[in-house]
Structure formats: structure tokens, C-alpha cells
């Protein structure tokens, strides 16, 4: 197959040899190189400024991209990290690669001969075909590809121990990777299993405090990536990470209390961090574990952001919450409630007082309106998505509070704050009715299926490529809302389908109340005193790759950054900054992270990647999560969901087909 030239962004990388997914690549001996149309990498030219990427390995072949780079020693070091991640559960993996490595070690050192070649690619072969979790049944991929294919080159490096080729080796799981926040799924998993649920625990709460939340409403983007998809379906990741935060909740305070920092930074190096919300809660748990003192400022009366004050109590009890958050204090940070950015404190301010650092998590907490006639904010029946579930929260189930509501509701959008404000609905008193319009196919709907499932199941109507183009009002209060059917298109360049509208589809729907639910976006007012700080056009605050602003010293994060997103992305952008500000204020500037290009490289090569499951695996499906009955769910906010016991736990866990991989990439220094 004639081969390739990797280029993205105007980086280019030349494939000189090597095989990936059985497919072989041998430029050697070409003059030029051909270049294939279809992009299939992210930039390999260089690791990091300066330093260009010799070879690439991992669990599905390798490539070299330069001359000097040494096959024979760098597949010896690419093995040695493989031995050393084994878990030594099954004998192929545990002693397999243990002796595969000596081997290798010898004939670099040239103590070794031409039949240990051989007995290396039979036992290596043994290792892929006979290991029982994936990381021996990926790990020696490269080097089987290698000898089968490149031999003589092999061959030709025996004896060359003196070489030295600076490897970064890294370790994943395809479940890794599709989590924004890397927690090793696969290593948390395990310990369950062995029924270490405190391990457990503690292997989820090095990347963020909110484990009993995120088991709860997180969107599972590392279940979407499950290999067990290929052959029954997805282990129950989010039910696990709810399993073992219930199990362990009595315990949580226990350990922070008696939390202390390795090393207790100066006082006077103290951060500001605006907003309690995921992002921001994830930020100051960071920064307080590496022993930072952190005060945290939050514009409302309760922490927690659009978790608190957007998820229904049904999906996420706010007591849960409650006490997750509650480890910010314990480790030593203050909240401070009630402070609005731009009216009780200012970014300059905050300066003034002696914060060395600010970070901004002041998420996007204005709704988006419908831009129709006749839309009015102050018109009676009419409340954005996010203020109906604040006031549903705060007033209503917190407080008691009566909370008016027509007997007819309309919610307009297909996103889960959408799924949460129908379900939500349906639950109020007087409420008969309760319609989602969404312009597009039910199918293309963007919220998470099961909230979708349920609700269908509590007797949400649906009115799916069905969208607003007018609001009927009489006497000043909403009585209906003009529909147009709508017709999907040719897919677009983002890969989703057109959507247009259908000539003279119109008609009316009677109601009482409209939620319009299709998004929200930072109240760029905020910032009214700041102005020196940059947004993009989308109107998110313009932050570079550190997620520093414009302004030095001011990191942000989360949804005032990327745009209304998920819990758990939040928390990944609270930590990469809680990391950069540590750099920022302990060295004056911020490094490298290696483990960060090693993903991007990872990522690169996933296009390349087929799926299927080789190595037969037992067929068990899922353990079933217990839910309230529909017809009682809705008359009531008790949450839905039900526990697991522990022998449901050990069950799912065993599920697991610990699908770690080894990626190795070596480097001119």
C-alpha cells in the first residue's frame, strides 16, 4: 500500500516504515513520499518544541519516522514499561513478558543470537493470544509486527546497547481516553472487584471531590468507548463510581481531616476562585491538596453551580451534594456566599487584596431565548430553562414554597437541562400536560438516552423535528404556541443533518407555560468592570491552551469557557487549571505535560484503530439498576435510581475487560 505523509495544521510527519492494524508501511526506499488524502493523525512531527518524534508504538503496531531512530531498542524499552505495568494476575503477561524483555536486553547488548529471535516471536505470540486483560493481549503487537515484517532490520541494530532514545511511555485504556478528566477506570474497577472499595475511592478522588455526584449524573463518555460494546454491552461505569461513593461516604470526611499537604505553600500565595460550581470546586480541591490557601467566592446562597441549582432532586440529592462539597472546607478553604462578580468583588479587587492567582468558574447561567414574536421574558407562563429549575430547587423543594404552574407545559429544546425541566414539570402540582419540542428526530437529540427513556416512561409528549415560530398571547399571559413541522436535510460539515422548515405545516398548541431549554450562555455583564479580559465570539472568555486569560495571572474554566457542557468537563478544566496555577505561581511559568501529548498522539492514532474484540469473552450482560415506578416517580422528587448491593457490584465489575494499553513514543531528547 503506497503510504503516507501524516499532516494536520500544517505539521507534517513522514511514516518511514513500520505496520499498524496489520497494514504495512515501508518508505525506505522511496525518493519521494506519497501522500494519502485522507488525514489520519494529529501532529507527530514534534513531542514537544524542539523535539521531534523518532517512533511510535502501541497496542495495535508502531511506526518510524526517522532514520536514527533504533527498532531493536526501542521495542526493548517499549516491553520493559509493558513488564512493569502487568498486573501478574496471569501467568502469559506476568512471566511472558518479563522474559521477552531479558531477551531483547541481550541482544542489544549482542550476548544474544539470531535463534533468540525466534523464540522471542513464539513467545510473544503466546503473550497476545493466551493473557487475559488487554494489556497483554495488545502489548506485544509491535514487536510480533516487527519481526514478521522488518526482521533484517532487527537484525541489523543487535549490538548496539550504546544507542540512548528518550521514551515517553503511557498508559491507557480506551475508557481513559474518552473521559475528560482521565480518572483509570479500569484500575478503580479493580479494586472493586477484589473488594477494596476505600482503593476505590481513593484512585477517584485524585482527580475531584464529586465522586457520588458524577455517579450520578454524569453522561458516561467512558461507557460510550467501552470495548464490552462489541460484544454484549457497556460496563456500568457511572453505577460502579455511585456504588463505591455510597459505600464509602462515611468515610470521606475521616480522610480529609486528616489531609496534609506534602508540601504547605506560602501563605502569601494565597487564589481567588470565583464561582462554586463543578469547575470551580474542582479547582480549589486541586490547589488545596498541593497546599495552596484558597478562598472561594459564590453569588448565590448554596455551592455546587448549575448541579445545585439546575438537576432535579430526583437525579441527584441535594444532601449529596452537599456533602461533597463540604470537603473544600474541611481541607481548609473558605466559601464565601452572597459576592457577585461585578457588584461586591472585581477581579482588580480581589488583586488588590493580595490573590495572587483568580480563577474564573462562573459557568453560563443565562438562558437563550427562542428569537420568535411575540417572545417576552416578563409575560406571564414564560421562564427560560434555567431559572425554572433554580426556582424549582430553591423555592420548591428546598423551601417549600408554592410555585405557580399552568396545566399545560410546553419545553422547547433536546438536551438533558430540556429532559430535566419536563420531567420536572410533570411532577408540580396542577401541572396535566407536559410537551417537548425539539426541530430535529428524537434520534438526534443530544441529551442522554435513558433521561430521554424516562422521559417517555412519566409521560412526557413529544414533538420531535417539530419547532416555535410563534407565541399566541392574550391579555398579556401565554394561551399557545404557533409549531412548524419541520424536514431533515443533507448532513453537513460537523456531521449532523440540515434541518429546514415544511411550507404551510403550521399549528397552534394550546398551553399556559413555555420553558425554552436550548442553552445558555455567560452573562458577559459580569465582566462590565474587568474589561480588560477577552471573549470569543461565541461569547466565552477567550483563554489560551493553559486556560489562562488575556489577563496574566487569571486562569477560567468550565462553562464560562467552552460553552454550556457536562459536570464532568467542568471538572477536568477545574483541575488542568488548579495545574497550571501551581506552575504559575511556584516556577513563573507552566510546563510540559507529557501525559497530555501522549493522549493527543493517542488520539491521533485512534482513527486508525479497528474495533472487534479477537480473544473470545463470556457473554454477561449488565447488572440492572432498580428505578421507582413511573407512575409513582411522578408525583414525587425521590430520587429514581436505587443502589446496587454489594454482590451486584462485584458482578459488574467482573465485567471488566480491562482494556489497558501501552503507547511508548521516542524522542530526540
Not at 399552568?406 to 429544546?413: F, K, N, R
Request: charged fraction near 25%.
Amino acid at each position: 500500500m503506497p503510504i503516507e505523509n501524516i499532516t494536520v495544521g500544517g505539521c507534517m510527519a513522514k511514516v518511514l516504515y513500520g505496520v499498524w492494524d496489520k497494514t504495512v508501511f515501508d518508505n525506505r526506499h522511496r525518493q519521494i513520499f506519497e501522500i494519502e488524502e485522507e488525514e489520519r493523525f494529529s501532529c507527530f512531527d514534534e513531542f514537544d518544541k524542539g523535539n521531534p518524534i523518532r517512533a511510535f508504538f502501541g497496542g495495535h503496531g508502531f511506526f518510524v519516522f526517522e532514520k536514527s531512530a533504533n527498532l531493536l531498542s526501542g521495542l526493548t524499552q517499549h516491553m520493559q514499561r509493558v513488564a512493569e505495568e502487568s498486573c501478574g494476575k496471569c501467568t502469559p503477561c506476568r512471566v511472558g513478558t518479563q522474559i521477552i524483555r531479558r531477551k531483547l536486553e541481550r541482544l542489544l547488548e549482542q550476548s544474544g543470537t539470531e535463534s533468540d529471535l525466534d523464540e522471542i516471536a513464539e513467545l510473544a505470540e503466546q503473550v497476545h493470544t493466551t493473557s487475559l486483560c488487554g494489556l497483554g493481549q495488545t502489548a506485544a503487537i509491535p514487536l510480533i509486527e516487527a519481526l514478521t515484517h522488518f526482521k533484517e532490520k532487527i537484525k541489523e541494530e543487535m549490538g548496539q546497547s550504546a544507542v540512548k532514545q528518550p521514551i515517553y511511555s503511557y498508559v491507557s485504556a480506551p475508557c481513559i481516553e474518552a473521559c475528560p478528566s482521565k480518572v483509570d477506570v479500569p484500575k478503580y474497577i479493580d479494586f472493586i472487584r477484589d473488594g477494596k472499595f476505600t482503593h476505590s475511592m481513593g484512585v477517584i478522588l485524585q482527580k475531584y471531590p464529586m465522586v457520588a455526584t458524577c455517579g450520578r449524573v454524569c453522561v458516561r463518555f467512558c461507557e460510550q468507548a467501552c470495548r464490552r460494546t462489541q460484544v454484549d454491552e457497556a460496563v456500568g461505569i457511572k453505577t460502579l463510581k455511585r456504588f463505591v461513593a455510597d459505600h464509602e461516604r462515611g468515610m470521606i470526611q475521616d480522610w480529609f481531616s486528616a489531609y496534609t499537604p506534602a508540601e504547605k505553600k506560602d501563605p502569601a500565595l494565597k487564589v481567588a476562585v470565583i464561582g462554586a460550581g463543578p469547575a470551580g470546586i474542582s479547582a480549589a480541591y486541586q490547589l488545596l491538596l498541593k497546599g495552596y490557601h484558597v478562598d472561594m467566592f459564590e453569588e448565590k446562597s448554596v455551592p455546587g453551580g448549575m448541579a445545585a441549582t439546575g438537576i432535579p432532586e430526583y437525579r441527584l440529592p441535594k444532601q449529596i451534594l452537599k456533602q461533597e462539597v463540604s470537603i473544600i472546607e474541611t481541607l481548609g478553604g473558605n466559601i464565601f456566599y452572597d459576592k457577585t462578580l461585578g457588584k461586591d468583588i472585581s477581579i482588580s479587587s480581589l488583586m488588590q487584596e493580595g490573590y495572587k492567582a483568580v480563577f474564573l468558574g462562573i459557568g453560563c447561567h443565562k438562558g437563550k431565548s427562542l428569537s420568535i414574536p411575540y417572545e417576552d421574558a416578563a409575560l406571564e407562563g414564560y421562564d427560560y430553562g434555567v431559572n425554572f429549575l433554580l426556582r424549582l430547587n430553591r423555592d420548591y423543594v428546598d423551601q417549600g414554597l408554592p410555585m405557580a404552574m399552568g396545566e399545560t407545559v410546553v419545553v422547547v429544546g433536546g438536551g438533558n437541562v430540556a429532559m430535566d425541566c419536563a420531567r420536572s414539570a410533570l411532577r408540580m402540582e396542577g401541572v396535566k400536560e407536559v410537551h417537548l419540542v425539539y426541530r430535529r428526530s428524537e434520534e438526534e437529540m443530544p441529551a442522554d438516552h435513558e433521561e430521554i427513556e424516562a422521559a417517555h416512561a412519566e409521560g412526557v409528549i413529544f414533538h420531535p423535528l417539530t419547532n416555535p415560530c410563534r407565541i399566541v398571547v392574550e391579555d398579556g399571559k401565554i394561551v399557545g404556541v404557533e409549531l412548524t413541522r419541520m424536514k431533515l436535510g443533507e448532513i453537513g460539515r460537523r456531521g449532523r443533518r440540515s434541518v429546514s422548515s415544511i411550507d404551510d405545516s403550521e399549528f397552534i398548541l394550546s398551553c399556559d407555560q413555555i420553558i425554552p431549554a436550548i442553552g445558555q450562555e455567560v452573562d458577559t455583564k459580569t465582566f462590565a468592570i474587568d474589561s480588560d479580559l477577552e471573549f470569543s465570539r461565541w461569547g466565552t472568555l477567550q483563554v489560551d491552551e493553559n486556560l489562562m486569560t488575556s489577563r496574566r495571572g487569571v486562569f477560567a474554566g468550565g462553562d464560562c469557557v467552552r460553552g454550556p457542557a457536562t459536570l464532568i468537563q467542568a471538572m477536568e478544566q477545574g483541575e488542568k487549571a488548579a495545574r497550571s496555577i501551581d506552575d504559575y505561581l511556584s516556577l513563573g511559568r507552566i510546563r510540559f505535560q507529557a501525559d497530555e501529548r501522549m493522549g493527543q498522539l493517542v488520539a491521533g492514532v485512534q482513527p486508525m484503530m479497528r474495533d472487534g474484540v479477537t480473544i473470545p469473552v463470556e457473554h454477561l450482560y449488565r447488572v440492572k439498576v432498580q428505578e421507582l415506578d413511573p407512575e409513582t416517580r411522578r408525583e414525587i422528587f425521590e430520587e429514581v435510581e436505587k443502589p446496587i448491593s454489594v454482590d451486584q457490584a462485584y458482578k459488574e465489575a467482573n465485567r471488566c475487560m480491562r482494556c489497558y494499553r501501552v503507547y511508548s513514543a521516542i524522542t530526540e531528547r
